[in-house]
């Protein structure tokens, strides 16, 4: 009887035992699991990049640029300094090259849907970066925003990843006429859309 008891009291404590490593097994795997939806909530819910422009064709344009993108709409605002008191033109280039002088490095409007160039939101068509003009004050200051479902930050939509283009601004108006780029004038300030 003694034995039994004995054997009775192990097989009892093995069991306890291996339902409590269960359980802290068990709940590591949970909090792993956990850990993982928190950070693919975190990559879906908000993403940010933050860049500076930098003078082209011999102006003093300068700013900062920030995209940011949550719940599947990409927020850009930009501040833009140095520039003539006026209408200006912004848009998304091809390529982040800001490495020629003249800003032309950047290569044309960004038009993955191989759209005419327009006016942003036309039902006649325009560039995925035809984002349009802004006016810069007295002092040379100005401010855009724009937020859109048609862009993306690191998506690997080519269709709406605005990654690996950049940022330019003219010296000139956009027209949203002339093709295939608004005739809108020199490109004074660049910044690439980069990582």
Not at 90 to 109: F, M, P, R, V
Not at 129 to 136: R, S
Request: aromatic share 6%; charged share 30%.
């Amino acid at each position: 009887m003694r034995k039994l008891a004995i054997v009775t009291t192990v097989i009892f404590l093995a069991a306890f035992t291996s339902c409590k490593e269960k359980a802290k097994e068990a709940e590591k795997e949970i909090e792993e699991e956990v850990t993982e939806v928190v950070k693919e909530v975190e990559e879906v819910t908000s993403k940010e990049i933050n860049f500076e422009l930098e003078p082209k064709s011999d102006s003093k344009a300068r700013g900062k640029v920030e995209f940011t993108e949550t719940d599947g709409k990409v927020t850009m605002k930009a501040k833009i300094a140095g520039l003539s008191p006026g209408t200006h033109a912004i848009h998304i280039h091809e390529k982040a090259d800001c490495s020629s002088e003249d800003g032309k490095s950047t290569g044309g409007h960004w038009n993955p849907t191989m759209e005419p160039h327009g006016k942003w939101g036309d039902e006649n068509g325009y560039h995925k970066g035809d984002i349009g003009n802004f006016e810069a004050d007295d002092n040379g200051t100005g401010m855009v925003s724009i937020t859109t479902d048609e862009w993306c930050i690191g998506c690997g939509d080519e269709k709406k990843d605005i990654l690996g283009k950049a940022i330019i601004v003219h010296q000139g108006v956009d027209d949203f006429t002339s093709q295939p780029s608004g005739a809108a004038g020199a490109r004074v300030s660049c910044g690439g859309i980069i990582q």
